[in-house]
C-alpha cells in the first residue's frame, strides 16, 4: 500500500494510519479492545457497537473509546 | 425495630454503605475493599482506553458487574453537556441507567455547580436515567432537584476527599425531614465515627471513597465503615434518650446501705 493512500483519523487524542474502508469494527479489533467493556464515540455521535462493522472510518475522523475507572 | 429495605430507583439494596473504586493502590485492594466494605454498590467513572497499552487490567475485570451495581459517575465534568455526554456513553458500556450526577464548580474546593446540577438532572431525567444527584447541603436546592425527577438526594458533609465530616449537621437535618427520596451523604467523611453520625442524623445511607482508599489500611477501614453504618442505622432507628445537662443515676437508691 502506498503511504499516499493511507488514511489520518485521530483514536483518543492520538493520530494513527489507516487503509482506505477500514471499518470500526477493524480498528476495535486492531486494538485488541473487548466490545462488552467499551463504549465508542465518532465524532461525538455514539455508534451502536453492533453496527461498527458497517461503519468506514474516513479522513479526520475522531474516535473515542472509553471504559471504567475507578472513581469516587 | 424494624428496617426498611434500602430503596433506590425501586431497587432493592442490602447494604447502605456505597464505596467509591478511586484512588486504589491496585484493583486487587479496591476488590478486597469492597469485599469487607459488604457494599453492593460502587462508583466508577468513564475515560479513555490507554490504546497504547493493550493487555493493561481493567476495573470491569476485578470488580464483576453483574454481582455489584456499578454507578458511573461524571466526575470531572463542569457542565451539564459534558455530564450527559459521560453518562450516555456509561449508558453504552453496558446498559447503566442508575447515575450519579457530579457536576463541579471550582476545582480547588470541588463543590457543586447547582445551577448546571440542577439542568443536568432535568434533562437526564427527560432521557430515562435515574440521577442520584451529589450536591451541597442547601435544603432549597436539595427540594428543587427532588422535583426536577432526582432519585436520590446526595449532599456533600464536606469537600470531596477532605476528610473533614459532616460540617452542617442542621442542614442535614433540615433535608432528612423534608424528603422521603434516599439521603446519602456523599464526600467528605474522614473516618468510621463520621459516618455514624451520618446514620444517627437519618440519612438512608453514605457514599466514601477516600476516607477507605486512603487509609492506611484500606480494607480494615472498609470493614471499620461497615460497621459505623450498620450500627449508626441501627442508633437512629432505636430513638435516642433525651439530653439533659444533669446526671442521672443508673442505680436505684432504694436499699443503699
Same mark, same amino acid.
Request: overall charge positive; glycine content about 8%; charged content about 25%.
Given at each position: 500500500m502506498n503511504i499516499k493512500n493511507k488514511i489520518k483519523i485521530t483514536v483518543n487524542g492520538k493520530q494513527m494510519q489507516i487503509i482506505p474502508k477500514f471499518t470500526l469494527k477493524s480498528l476495535i479489533t486492531k486494538l485488541k479492545m473487548p466490545l462488552n467493556k467499551i463504549a465508542i464515540e465518532l465524532n461525538k455521535k455514539i455508534i451502536d457497537k453492533n453496527r461498527i462493522s458497517k461503519i468506514q472510518l474516513k479522513k479526520g475522523d475522531k474516535i473515542e473509546i472509553v471504559h471504567f475507572i475507578g472513581g469516587g | 425495630m424494624f428496617d426498611k429495605k434500602f430503596k433506590i430507583a425501586n431497587k432493592n439494596f442490602k447494604s447502605r454503605l456505597i464505596v467509591g473504586?478511586? !484512588?486504589? !493502590?491496585?484493583f486487587k485492594e479496591c476488590a478486597n475493599a469492597i469485599k469487607a466494605s459488604g457494599a453492593d454498590i460502587v462508583t466508577v467513572a468513564v475515560r479513555r482506553v490507554n490504546i497504547s497499552d493493550k493487555n493493561k487490567a481493567r476495573l470491569m475485570d476485578y470488580i464483576d458487574p453483574k454481582k455489584i451495581t456499578y454507578l458511573p459517575n461524571t466526575a470531572g465534568c463542569f457542565n451539564a453537556e459534558d455530564a450527559i455526554r459521560t453518562l450516555r456513553l456509561a449508558r453504552e458500556?453496558? &446498559?447503566? !441507567?442508575l447515575v450519579k450526577l457530579e457536576v463541579l464548580g471550582? !476545582?480547588?474546593? #470541588?463543590?457543586?455547580e447547582m445551577i448546571e446540577t440542577l439542568r443536568s438532572t432535568e434533562l437526564l431525567t427527560k432521557e430515562g436515567f435515574k440521577v442520584m444527584v451529589y450536591c451541597n447541603d442547601d435544603p432549597l436546592m436539595a427540594k428543587r432537584l427532588e422535583n426536577s425527577g432526582a432519585v436520590a438526594i446526595m449532599p456533600l /458533609? /464536606?469537600?470531596? @476527599?477532605? &476528610? #473533614? @465530616?459532616?460540617?452542617n449537621k442542621v442542614n442535614i437535618k433540615i433535608i432528612r425531614k423534608q424528603t422521603k427520596l434516599p439521603l446519602i451523604i456523599d464526600a467528605g467523611l474522614g473516618q468510621a465515627s463520621d459516618a455514624n453520625v451520618a446514620m444517627e442524623l437519618g440519612c438512608d445511607g453514605v457514599l466514601i471513597n477516600t476516607a477507605i482508599a486512603k487509609a492506611k489500611n484500606p480494607i480494615q477501614m472498609a470493614e471499620a465503615m461497615k460497621f459505623a453504618v450498620i450500627s449508626g442505622r441501627k442508633s437512629f432507628l432505636s430513638g435516642r434518650i433525651k439530653p439533659s445537662l444533669f446526671g442521672s443515676a443508673s442505680t436505684s437508691n432504694i436499699g443503699i446501705i
Amino acid at each position: 500500500m502506498n503511504i499516499k493512500n493511507k488514511i489520518k483519523i485521530t483514536v483518543n487524542g492520538k493520530q494513527m494510519q489507516i487503509i482506505p474502508k477500514f471499518t470500526l469494527k477493524s480498528l476495535i479489533t486492531k486494538l485488541k479492545m473487548p466490545l462488552n467493556k467499551i463504549a465508542i464515540e465518532l465524532n461525538k455521535k455514539i455508534i451502536d457497537k453492533n453496527r461498527i462493522s458497517k461503519i468506514q472510518l474516513k479522513k479526520g475522523d475522531k474516535i473515542e473509546i472509553v471504559h471504567f475507572i475507578g472513581g469516587g | 425495630m424494624f428496617d426498611k429495605k434500602f430503596k433506590i430507583a425501586n431497587k432493592n439494596f442490602k447494604s447502605r454503605l456505597i464505596v467509591g473504586t478511586g !484512588k486504589y !493502590k491496585s484493583f486487587k485492594e479496591c476488590a478486597n475493599a469492597i469485599k469487607a466494605s459488604g457494599a453492593d454498590i460502587v462508583t466508577v467513572a468513564v475515560r479513555r482506553v490507554n490504546i497504547s497499552d493493550k493487555n493493561k487490567a481493567r476495573l470491569m475485570d476485578y470488580i464483576d458487574p453483574k454481582k455489584i451495581t456499578y454507578l458511573p459517575n461524571t466526575a470531572g465534568c463542569f457542565n451539564a453537556e459534558d455530564a450527559i455526554r459521560t453518562l450516555r456513553l456509561a449508558r453504552e458500556i453496558g &446498559g447503566w !441507567k442508575l447515575v450519579k450526577l457530579e457536576v463541579l464548580g471550582d !476545582k480547588k474546593n #470541588l463543590f457543586p455547580e447547582m445551577i448546571e446540577t440542577l439542568r443536568s438532572t432535568e434533562l437526564l431525567t427527560k432521557e430515562g436515567f435515574k440521577v442520584m444527584v451529589y450536591c451541597n447541603d442547601d435544603p432549597l436546592m436539595a427540594k428543587r432537584l427532588e422535583n426536577s425527577g432526582a432519585v436520590a438526594i446526595m449532599p456533600l /458533609a /464536606a469537600p470531596i @476527599g477532605s &476528610g #473533614l @465530616g459532616i460540617q452542617n449537621k442542621v442542614n442535614i437535618k433540615i433535608i432528612r425531614k423534608q424528603t422521603k427520596l434516599p439521603l446519602i451523604i456523599d464526600a467528605g467523611l474522614g473516618q468510621a465515627s463520621d459516618a455514624n453520625v451520618a446514620m444517627e442524623l437519618g440519612c438512608d445511607g453514605v457514599l466514601i471513597n477516600t476516607a477507605i482508599a486512603k487509609a492506611k489500611n484500606p480494607i480494615q477501614m472498609a470493614e471499620a465503615m461497615k460497621f459505623a453504618v450498620i450500627s449508626g442505622r441501627k442508633s437512629f432507628l432505636s430513638g435516642r434518650i433525651k439530653p439533659s445537662l444533669f446526671g442521672s443515676a443508673s442505680t436505684s437508691n432504694i436499699g443503699i446501705i
